[in-house]
């Protein structure tokens, strides 16, 4: 993780977690990208090009972003991201 920046927010600021979880606007989990408009700590993307990616496909955002709330280390986040993640590979 990095330090605070703006950024494109994954995780759990990013659609679809942020629907399931109450969480402080401030020191979200972000991708680096100078166009962002969310400030928090960065954390990479898979790929490194996902932020440019994104921008063009909501799918793919909500994809990657729940993809990266399984790389964190938070348990109630991944168990809504592992099972959310398996609702978008059934409907694929």
Known sequence: ???PNRRIPTCYASPP???FISFAKE???????????KLGYGVESLPPSAPKAVRRDVRLNEILALIDALRERRARER???SDELLKRIHWA
């Open 79 to 81: 168990l809504i991201a």
């Open 17 to 19: 977690l942020a629907e």
């Open 27 to 37: 020191n979200i989990s972000v991708w680096a990208d100078a166009s962002g408009e």
């Open 1 to 3: 993780m990095g330090g």
